[in-house]
């Protein structure tokens, strides 16, 4: 009787093994879903945290250098056709030099889609920035990839005051598994992807 109990508990452990290894088998691909899931977002949470900043100091540096700032007029004063945001022989172009810096770090380029400057291997962003002195109207420049529709939400400027605009869309790199997008796309595969997503964002601050 002693012999045969054992036996039979030792075919329960066998089973009660198998069925643990058949649910971890089964639940393993949910598993690792879950966790390039947490990893992408997690990404994301830090993209918009960096695109924040980027506006935020952009509108700041615009509202000390407004209105008048002799080195850096608010129009490109050589008429350049394809502004240069790296030449920084306006405002405009020291606005997205200040927003490039901060958006660098995840893999994006306040850069000409295709013209100089534009890695291949950098998702691009495109800044447009409006400002108004007094009572005048409101004055706009765009850097950056000028396909990206970016149009700033929110109520009309007030007097003296400027907006700085950041867009750009997750995924845009032509080689995403180098530095390329600012979000991994590591859900594409299971049917969720950040492809043709577009994140805006825009900071206000009062011209000094």
């Given at each position: ?96 030099d200040v927003v490039?810096?901060y958006l660098g ?63 750009f869309v997750l ?38």
């Amino acid at each position: 009787m002693s012999v045969r109990s054992t036996a039979a508990r030792a075919k329960d452990n066998r089973q009660r093994r198998g069925v643990i290894t058949l649910e971890l088998i089964l639940a393993m691909p949910l598993l690792f879903i879950l966790t390039l899931a947490v990893f992408e977002f997690a990404m994301l949470a830090l993209v918009q945290q960096a695109a924040t900043t980027a506006t935020i100091e952009g509108a700041r540096e615009g509202a000390k250098i407004f209105p008048g700032f002799p080195p850096f007029p608010f129009t490109d004063p050589d008429g350049e056709p394809s502004p240069d945001p790296t030449d920084l022989d306006d405002s405009a172009d020291y606005i997205a030099d200040v927003v490039d810096t901060y958006l660098g770090v995840h893999c994006l380029e306040v850069a000409p889609a295709g013209g100089a400057g534009d890695d291949p291997n950098r998702a691009n962003a495109r800044v447009v920035i409006e400002r108004r002195v007094g009572a005048g109207p409101v004055e706009t420049a765009s850097r950056g990839d000028d396909s990206i529709d970016c149009n700033a939400a929110g109520p009309p400027l007030n007097p003296d005051e400027i907006r700085v605009t950041v867009c750009f869309v997750l995924v845009d790199a032509a080689d995403p598994s180098g530095c390329g997008n600012p979000v991994p796309d590591w859900l594409a595969p299971f049917g969720f992807s950040f492809d043709g997503c577009r994140f805006e964002l825009s900071s206000r601050a009062n011209l000094e």
